[in-house]
């Protein structure tokens, strides 16, 4: 079985196509789905998923949840199992922002690509990716980076990352110790109060894990 999450307008054969129903879209007028879901409640039978793909909506996701997302993928995967990501890469995008030479158009262009489209309460970006952070993602979480391709299209950068399952999958408990070992290191210090923040993090971590890693 083979999964393509939040598919919108393009259907891949040979995969359950799932997006949102008509209804949470703004501007899509039809729909190609095979199901309709949210991406945060699916849950899979352990090792039964060959491969979970998702292009430009991983990033609509808070990091707490697209990890913790990750991790319950991992959970589905069968040994080698495939994610395959596709989404704005951050760090080139901002670098047309910041470029002086390049149009007001095209910044603009840049500054939405980065931060989202806006016309819907789902249509924003929660985080910056990059090759370099996608990797510490993947291998913090038991995946084994297989191919990284940078592409361009306009004014916009993007990044894909195609990886697989390299470990067994851990505990519940081990994966929660791994995602508070992941996500401090988004933390500016060790003060009481960044410490306070970690552990709201772990806690929206550990909430998104207890809906989708598998049973």
């Known amino acids: 079985m083979k999964l393509h999450l939040g598919c919108g307008q393009v259907y891949l054969e040979g995969y359950v196509n799932i997006d949102y129903p008509l209804t949470k879209h703004t501007v899509q007028q039809t729909s190609v789905a095979d199901e309709f879901a949210d991406l945060t409640t699916l849950r899979y039978k352990a090792g039964s998923v060959d491969e979970v793909r998702m292009h430009h909506v991983f990033e609509h996701f808070p990091r707490t949840v697209a990890s913790a997302m990750l991790a319950s ?7 080698r199992g495939v994610v395959h990501l596709e989404m704005p ?3 080139e995008t901002a ?10 158009h095209d910044r603009k262009v840049a500054i939405r690509h980065i931060f989202g489209s806006n016309e819907a309460p789902w249509a924003v ?18 995946f084994k980076t297989d191919k990284i391709e940078k592409t361009a299209f306009m004014a916009t950068r993007n990044i894909t990352i195609i990886g697989y399952k390299a470990t067994e999958t851990p505990n519940k408990a081990e994966v929660i110790e791994t ?5 401090g290191g988004f933390n500016v210090d060790d003060s009481e109060t960044e410490q306070r923040i970690l552990k709201i993090w772990v806690n929206d971590f550990t909430d998104q894990l207890n809906k989708t890693f598998a049973k």
């Open 73 to 79: 993928w991992h959970s589905w995967l069968k040994p």
């Open 179 to 183: 995602a508070k070992k992941y996500l």
């Open 89 to 91: 890469d951050f760090d």
């Open 95 to 104: 670098k047309i922002v910041l470029d002086h030479r390049a149009s007001e």
């Open 125 to 142: 970006h929660y985080d910056g990716w990059s090759d370099t952070r996608l990797r510490d993602l993947f291998e913090a979480f038991g």
